[in-house]
């Protein structure tokens, strides 16, 4: 194999695929990248063996080949490099040089017959959106995951297509947060799919905003295309709760607060929170909620705000995290928070389609 790329073009792919090379492995060859020539671009390819990224470059082919290389080593070799034309070159004994102006190295590599490679995707059902809008809706809802790695099924988020309405939900059992989105254009099939973490992790960082993203998911994988760079994922195995049933069918009280003044006013106040006083209180009264934190580390802090409450005086606590992830992924003004008591499941909303369900603290 023996081409000339642009460094600035091979650093950014390099990057990209070493994101999913585990150090963690008992297979030597899941330490490297696969590099291989296809038609006039480098294919480069790394995989864990449960997410894979393929991403590719132009380059100007001398000698067709392949060979794998230490990913880490080699994202830092190229990332060192000065600017300007690469050369690489690889001979029969899987030794690969890199040369770019007057740095040179030689670094040994392993047969590319030893990497695995993925089978297509075949059947399944497949949508397409913006990058940018899946990545903000993977956003709202990714949070409320749980962190817990045992938990195989909570630990993914849901993607659910049914009667043309995409939902997607994560839940750790004490909170839940959704997005439901109408598929404009008819979608072939429906079902439920368990995204594992690492993925959504990596689909978080593909394209740029307005690149059409293609998701293709079948009973057992996911594969996600967008421009020059596909990932692919297995799925987790298992049912999804049914999230549903924690959703209230009506709420006796709600309020409209600002969210940015919302959120900077629980950021304030949160300060004073501590490992074992770990709760926020929000008490409600005519137009005007109160964010009030006390801690015997630190003391205790309060601020008012207005708000739109017309209801009877009462005052809530919450995990001041679960309180504020929300808010930092939302673009409306204003939120609306809906309760029916200081004890049962309150409702966070604003963004069209978005949905946010925590369970009060008992203090």
């Known amino acids: 194999m023996k081409l000339t790329v642009s460094k600035d073009a091979l650093a950014s792919a390099v990057r990209q695929v070493l994101n999913v090379v585990s150090a963690r492995t008992t297979l030597a060859v899941l330490n490297n990248v696969l590099l291989e020539i296809v038609e006039d671009k480098l294919v480069l390819t790394g995989t864990d063996l449960e997410v894979s990224i393929r991403t590719e470059v132009p380059v100007t082919v001398a000698e067709p080949g392949s060979v794998t290389v230490l990913a880490k080593k080699f994202g830092q070799i190229i990332g060192s490099l000065p600017e300007g034309e690469v050369l690489l070159e690889t001979d029969e004994k899987q030794h690969t040089t890199i040369s770019c102006k007057k740095a040179f190295f030689k670094i040994v590599g392993m047969d590319s017959a030893e990497f695995p490679r993925e089978s297509p995707l075949e059947n399944g059902w497949s949508f397409t959106m913006t990058c940018a809008e899946f990545r903000k809706i993977l956003g709202k809802v990714a949070y409320a995951a749980s962190p817990d790695e045992s938990r195989r099924v909570l630990n993914g988020i849901l993607l659910s297509l049914r009667n043309g309405m995409l939902t997607t939900a994560a839940t750790d059992g004490r909170r839940l947060a959704l997005v439901e989105k109408s598929m404009a254009d008819a979608v072939p099939g429906e079902g439920d799919v368990i995204l594992p973490p690492k993925a959504v992790n990596e689909i978080q960082k593909l394209g740029d905003g307005n690149e059409t993203l293609t998701v293709h998911l079948t009973d ?144």
């Open 220 to 363: 057992r994988r996911v594969a996600f295309n967008a421009g020059s760079t596909l990932i692919t994922s297995k799925l987790v195995d298992g049912n999804y709760p049914n999230y549903r049933q924690v959703i209230p069918a009506s709420f006796a009280s709600s309020v409209i607060i600002p969210r940015e003044e919302f959120q900077t006013v629980l950021n304030r106040v949160s300060m004073v929170v501590s490992e074992t006083s770990a709760s926020l209180k929000l008490k409600l009264d005519k137009a005007q909620m109160t964010v009030s934190a006390t801690s015997a580390e630190f003391g205790e802090s309060s601020e008012p705000l207005e708000v739109s409450y017309e209801g009877k005086p009462v005052q809530i606590a919450f995990n001041p995290d679960f309180l504020k992830d929300p808010l930092r992924h939302l673009d409306s003004d204003q939120v609306i928070l809906q309760f029916n008591d200081e004890y049962s499941p309150v409702s966070i909303s604003g963004d069209e389609g978005f949905l946010y369900i925590i369970m009060p603290m008992r203090v």
